[in-house]
């Protein structure tokens, strides 16, 4: 199972660690794109090296795409046609598409959430078409999550669904979560 995780800047450091760093724990092939150059810069200063720039990259290889938030992180993923693109492609082919924080605005601008519930960031709810409260809402291949707070959970949830339970009930408790 190959993951693409694309990177914009600004987006937010607390959900891609979690992110990137609780499906390689899970032995999940993950490969970190950068929308524009290898070294982008999140929210809140924190700079990555991207493994790959994103059009370095063919989204058929991969099984999955998972989109950090952060602001404006999330803004400049749904500005971008290559990410709404992939988006659209993945869903078409029931790929597993996970959006945390402002990221669901991603899939909302795509048009793949128009039948489908999700959660986002706080006050953002207004902007999706089936708002739910939660802080890990799952409707068919689509993963939504609240805010970095949630990151964790998240992550395992995506780990759940990719590996099984029992692998993310493993890492839970090597996290002590």
Sequence with gaps: MKVLVPLAEGFEEIETAAIVDILRRADIDVTLAGLVSSII???HGIKIIADKKISDIDPENYDAIILPGGNPGYINLSNSS???KIVKDFDQK???IGAICGAP????KAGILNNRIATCYPGLEKKLPKPR???VVVD???ITS???GTAIEFALKIVEIISGK???EKIREELVV
Excluded: F, H, Q, R
């Excluded at 605005?105 to 909302?108: A, D, E, K, P």
């Design 41 to 43: 810069e999140g929210a």
């Design 82 to 84: 290559t990410i709404l």
């Design 94 to 96: 029931k790929k597993i």
């Design 105 to 108: 605005l991603v899939l909302v």
């Design 133 to 135: 409260d939660g802080k």
């Design 140 to 142: 068919n291949n689509i």
């Design 146 to 148: 609240k805010s970095p």
């Design 166 to 168: 029992k692998k993310a």
